[in-house]
């Protein structure tokens, strides 16, 4: 077996398709958008290059077949935030073959510690935790759309290597309509609360207008930056050029009535976003986004193909938690998924094992879990001593 660092165009090429070929039997495996991925790694599109580095590799077999790859990334950020410097692992995808699998994590390890980084942490994304983060070990069904989904034989692989479970991430999933499409209501207790305080004086809410993007992306600037800076040890503020740029590239599935501000005396509290899952259609287009896909894309938007949402993120600012404004937004939103019959279903994803609040909430919507990843954790210094993720933020409080 021969490791190749992806540098030519044909490296490439083969670094994106060596996916297709892998699932091509797996009825619930959704192809990503090749220029999504190849978009992680180009530093004139991926922001994460200005303060970070990656790199990636393709694993052949005697005969050069592509038969794996990874990529490794330090986010320079994120590595300071940790005890000790760390960096990451992602875009993992093997053939069954133990020895293969191995390879590429060496590969990777070996680069990281050439860094100086004593810790790497996968599989993971160069960029932020919405997409392409954990390793799914329970909920092997098509994934909505940033969610990965992989091979059930990884498992064994990360952690015969010496990855230790780090943190657990958590998808809830709820009905929205039944069978025979009646709406499904939230539990009484959070339609009451949500009532009360939507006639508290004082209180208002609005969803997302791109008329007004400019005003929405400030409030969601403020409550984000308010409510992470003291929940994240790698925080950093959200840039609101970067999310400005994130709006527009979502814009052709962006519904705005899908995402819902809370106000207290016109200053915003609190924000929920959910988008429609891209993933029930790019199922159909293996990768590509040519002129013909985009005309079925129209298609299928128009005709209500996505049926599934996806709660992507939301924030409430901490003087405000705990007062309900959460079960208010959510009553919001109930009254848009009356008017709109063609959503059925809405995933809530995902909630570190390390948030107890955020899976009470989801718990008192009625919602169950279904799905379960994993972030590992490699210690590079075998001196170091391997700790979770919730009981270093227990350690630091």
């Not at 220029?35 to 050069?64: M, Q, T, Y």
């Not at 959460?326 to 709109?340: D, G, N, R």
């Not at 959503?343 to 919507?365: C, H, Q, T």
């Not at 169950?368 to 210094?381: G, S």
Request: hydrophobic share 40%; aromatic share 16%.
């Amino acid at each position: 077996m021969k490791i190749i660092e992806v540098k030519t165009n044909q490296d490439k090429k083969e670094f994106i398709d060596f996916p297709k070929e892998l699932y091509k039997a797996d009825p619930f495996w959704v192809c990503q958008l090749d220029s999504g991925i190849e978009s992680v790694f180009d530093p004139s599109k991926n922001h994460n290059f200005k303060h970070g580095e990656a790199i990636r590799w393709i694993l052949k077999d005697d005969d050069s077949h592509t038969i794996g790859r990874i990529a490794a990334f330090i986010d320079k950020v994120r590595s300071s935030a940790n005890r000790q410097p760390t960096g990451g692992i992602g875009f993992f995808e093997v053939i069954e073959n133990k020895e293969a699998a191995f390879i590429l994590f060496k590969t990777a390890l070996e680069w990281h510690a050439s860094k100086g980084m004593e810790a790497m942490d996968g599989p993971i994304n160069f960029g932020e935790n919405d997409n392409n983060w954990g390793l799914l070990v329970d909920g092997f069904v098509q994934q909505g759309f940033g969610m990965p989904y992989n091979k059930k034989y990884y498992r064994a692989y990360f952690e015969e290597f010496g990855f230790k479970n780090y943190f657990e991430q958590y998808s809830y999933h709820r009905d929205v309509r039944t069978h025979d499409n009646k709406i499904v209501r939230f539990p009484e207790r959070i339609m009451k609360i949500a009532e009360w305080l939507s006639r508290r004086p004082g209180y208002s809410f609005r969803h997302f207008e791109f008329r007004n993007k400019e005003k929405y992306v400030k409030d969601i600037v403020e409550i984000y930056n308010s409510t992470w800076s003291v929940f994240k040890e790698d925080f950093t503020p959200l840039d609101p050029v970067i999310l400005e740029e994130s709006l527009e590239k979502a814009k052709l599935i962006i519904d705005e009535k899908l995402i819902w501000f809370a106000y207290f005396n016109y200053k915003p509290i609190a924000f929920f976003v959910l988008f429609p899952d891209l993933n029930q259609i790019l199922k159909y287009f293996n990768g590509k986004m040519n002129m013909w896909n985009m005309i079925r894309f129209i298609y299928f938007k128009a005709t209500h193909k996505m049926t599934r949402m996806r709660a992507v993120v939301g924030g409430v600012h901490p003087t405000y938690q705990n007062s309900g404004v959460e079960s208010a937004i959510f009553l919001q939103l109930y009254k848009v998924f009356m008017k709109k019959p063609w959503f059925k279903e809405l995933e809530l994803s995902w909630v570190g094992d390390y948030n107890p609040r955020m899976l009470a909430i989801y718990e008192a919507l009625g919602a169950t879990k279904a799905k379960t990843h994993i972030t590992f954790r490699y210690l590079i210094n075998s001196n170091l001593q391997f700790v979770r993720f919730k009981d270093e933020r227990s350690d630091r409080q």
